[in-house]
């Protein structure tokens, strides 16, 4: 491997697009040497490949790929890109499923390769200032609402409505991505009830009620229904106030007013998650921590289902 890693980015839709291509562009440990992608909307001078295999297949020479398709296929690409002992950056949520994400890991193992199953929530502005002071913090209650307009902001993403692509729970996952993160103790559900469509297989709305290991309670409220203002914040009652984290983990407020943040550059969402692949590649490691996952998960395991009317786009 040269010193620069040199990257293909696969599934090049919004996320590919508005993040990851300016990321990379700006850290200079990335080189992006291919796209890969079944529409022609690469980058431009960069080559562009339709699938995986033909990339394999190609005389470019690649370290790494992230993997920005739908978590429904991304399996199988993780898996042909392992196999080909190319390091690999995993989208949230890194698969549809829990066991496919522990093949992945073996699979990474087995390659010596680093596996990185990315959460870009976590490099928020707000939230690692908002973990270091609740670390020292006795939590009685948290409450998070993660309510916005499916219309606004996924408009065609039929993969989404789909078993497997998680419904509101794929900008949900994102909020217990932060709430992982920043709450001393752990969690776990008691009570769910998820809202799906009679026309979809995926929820439009969840309700669900966590208890921490020592006992306070944390409810989760999603609804893709949201019009006008929307909420993207976790508020957490501890014996020293009130801390809040509002849109999506980039502004905290501590209990005396102040709204430490940490500084934009390499701890903003994207260019804080290729600093710290370039980190995992340079170091031999891999970071697949599946606790956002898991709740998804438990979830859909735990969770009452309830029909609601049709969701019409
Ligand atoms: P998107 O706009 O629908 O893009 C996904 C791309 O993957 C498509 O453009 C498509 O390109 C490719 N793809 C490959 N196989 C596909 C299949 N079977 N069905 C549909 N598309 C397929 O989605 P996105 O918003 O970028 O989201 C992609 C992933 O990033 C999701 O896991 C999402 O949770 C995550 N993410 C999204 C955002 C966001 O704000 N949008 C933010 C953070 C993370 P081709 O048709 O050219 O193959």
Redesign the pocket.
């Known amino acids: 491997m040269t010193d620069t890693i040199r990257l293909a980015l696969?599934?090049?839709?919004?996320?590919?697009?508005?993040?990851h291509v300016p990321a990379i562009a700006g850290n200079p440990a990335f080189e992006l040497v291919a796209t890969?992608?079944?529409?022609?909307?690469g980058v431009e001078g960069v080559p562009h490949f339709?699938d995986i295999d033909e990339l394999a297949k190609s005389d470019i020479a690649v370290d790494a790929v992230a993997?920005?398709?739908?978590?429904?296929?991304?399996h199988a690409?993780a898996a042909a890109a392992l196999e080909n002992n190319w390091h690999v950056f995993l989208?949230?949520?890194p698969g549809a499923t829990l066991a496919e994400v522990a093949v992945l890991e073996e699979l990474a193992a087995k390659a010596n390769v680093t596996l990185f199953a990315s959460w870009?929530?976590r490099y928020a502005l707000g939230v690692e200032p908002a973990r270091e002071w609740l670390s020292a913090r006795k939590v009685t209650s948290a409450a998070i609402t993660w309510r916005e307009d499916v219309r606004q902001?996924?408009p065609?993403?039929?993969?989404?409505w789909e078993a497997g692509g998680?419904g509101v729970f794929?900008?949900g996952?994102?909020a217990l991505s932060i709430a992982t993160h920043i709450m001393p103790q752990p969690f776990f559900i008691e009570q769910a009830t998820l809202d799906f469509p009679a026309n979809r297989d995926a929820p439009i709305a969840a309700d669900v009620a966590f208890r921490t290991t020592d006992g306070r309670p944390v409810t989760l409220d999603l609804d893709w229904r949201q019009e006008g203002h929307q909420s993207w914040d976790i508020v957490v009652e501890t014996t020293d106030g009130t801390l809040k984290l509002a849109e999506g983990g980039a502004v905290l407020t501590l209990p005396d007013g102040s709204t430490p943040h940490h500084e934009e550059g390499l701890h903003g969402?994207y260019p804080g998650l290729y600093a710290r692949f370039a980190e995992l590649v340079q170091g031999g490691r891999s970071d697949v921590d599946i606790a956002p996952l898991r709740h998804v998960a438990d979830a859909f395991m735990r969770g009452k289902r309830r029909e609601v009317e049709d969701f019409v786009e």
Do not use: Y
């Open positions: 696969v599934g090049m839709g919004k996320i590919a697009h508005d993040q890969v992608s079944r529409s022609p909307n339709h993997l920005c398709t739908p978590p429904q296929v991304r690409i989208e949230k949520p870009h929530s902001w996924h065609g993403q039929a993969w989404i998680f794929d900008p996952i994102n969402e």
